[in-house]
């Protein structure tokens, strides 16, 4: 064999390798009790915020500390205390859903990394949109109507014009 064929087989295999070991740590989303039954496996677990419960973060006291609980989004209704230490998350209050990213240990969900999907703002718009097109539709019927009649009251003045041209 020559060199250049040896060389491109051990490239091949390293890069076999690589896709393999990145196979293995692709995470998918965990109910609350999933991640509670790996205590301490990192996972990626799909909640939304519990707002009967209050959500603890004072800013003066430790600016990096904040807790609230945790909805399942299945049907079972579970929930976990989120304990989360980089901060105030912003759109906590107005997310629909939340990914939290970390290990469940003890009693509460350490959370590395939290990711917030907030209700669309165009969906407000999307419906004004179609309140306002229903208005429009009967808008554009009267200015079809009305352009329509213009070309005559044009025509009129504009043959009296031609006329007294002549």
């Keep these: 064999m020559k060199k250049i ?4 087989l051990v490239f091949i295999a390293g890069t076999i390798a690589l896709l393999i ?21 990192f996972v990626h677990v799909a909640v939304k915020l ?30 976990m205390k989120v304990v989360y230490r980089n901060g105030e998350i912003p ?5 629909e859903r939340l990914v939290l990213k970390g290990k469940y240990e003890n ?9 917030t999907k ?12 179609e309140n306002s097109s229903a208005g429009q539709q009967t808008e554009k019927k009267v200015e079809t109507t009305s352009a329509t009649n213009l070309p005559d009251r044009q025509a009129g003045p504009a043959s009296s014009n031609s006329a007294a041209n002549k």
Excluded at 28 to 37: F, G, L, P, V
């Design 5 to 8: 064929h040896i060389i491109l």
């Design 21 to 41: 070991s990145l196979l293995n740590t692709g995470s998918t989303y965990e109910t609350i009790a999933e991640a509670k039954a790996k205590p301490g496996k």
């Design 50 to 79: 519990d707002k009967t419960k209050p959500v603890e973060y004072d800013a003066t006291k430790d600016a990096n500390y904040l807790s609230f609980h945790a909805v399942a989004m299945d049907s079972t209704n579970q929930t």
């Design 91 to 95: 759109n906590l209050m107005i997310s």
């Design 107 to 115: 009693d509460h969900f350490e959370c590395k990394d939290v990711q």
């Design 118 to 129: 907030c209700p669309s703002k165009y969906k407000e718009e999307m419906k004004a949109r």
